[in-house]
């Protein structure tokens, strides 16, 4: 029914995309371009691009990655572009670790360690570990090929135990689940 409507173009079914995959969307979009309002800004223009161009679709089994692959490149594409600008007046947020408890200072740590990750590696591990897609979806998604996509998790996941490592919060962070890569 989805990819029906989407293929009419048929406003009515943004809001069905929203409450389906606008959550998911949004992480992802947040993990690439590190900014709560560019995020919500990727997950409009991801839903909107995916009314306009419904008619690309073929495989309704491929509708939350071909989603995901949206806005990726449009977080991507956003990103490329903020770093030619640069943000006066704005400081970062940060909160003194004694008011922090364990669990929200392994989220601030690992959310340091992701921003110093490179663009296409930060969007690789989003799309693999926070969206749960395969290396082939990934690389769909990113449009580069499955050892490229092997070859970001790889150095990606490294520079996040080093870092993680340096701080003593490897295991408590990454666990074993990012080991398989």
């Not at 991507?76 to 400081?91: A, F, K, T």
């Not at 969007?123 to 749960?132: F, H, K, S, V």
């Not at 990113?142 to 993680?164: A, F």
């Amino acid at each position: 029914m989805t990819v029906e409507a989407l293929r009419e173009h048929r406003p009515d079914v943004l809001a069905e995309l929203l409450a389906r995959f606008g959550r998911e969307i949004q992480t992802v979009a947040y993990v690439i371009v590190r900014d709560a309002n560019d995020a919500e800004e990727v997950l409009a223009e991801t839903l909107l691009s995916a009314l306009e161009r419904g008619h690309q679709l073929r495989d309704e089994t491929a509708l939350r990655a071909w989603l995901l692959r949206i806005a990726a490149n449009k977080a991507l594409g956003m990103r490329r572009r903020s770093v030619r600008l640069i943000q006066i007046g704005s400081l970062p947020e940060s909160a003194s670790p004694d008011a922090m408890d364990s669990a929200a200072l392994d989220r601030a740590v690992l959310k340091d360690a992701l921003a110093s990750l490179p663009p296409r590696v930060r969007a690789a591990i989003a799309l693999r570990y926070y969206a749960d897609l395969n290396v082939d979806e990934v690389a769909a998604a990113l449009g580069t090929s499955r050892n490229t996509v092997k070859t970001q998790l790889r150095i990606g996941l490294d520079r996040l135990r080093d870092q993680l490592r340096d701080r003593g919060l490897e295991s408590a962070v990454l666990g074993t689940e990012a080991n398989h890569v």
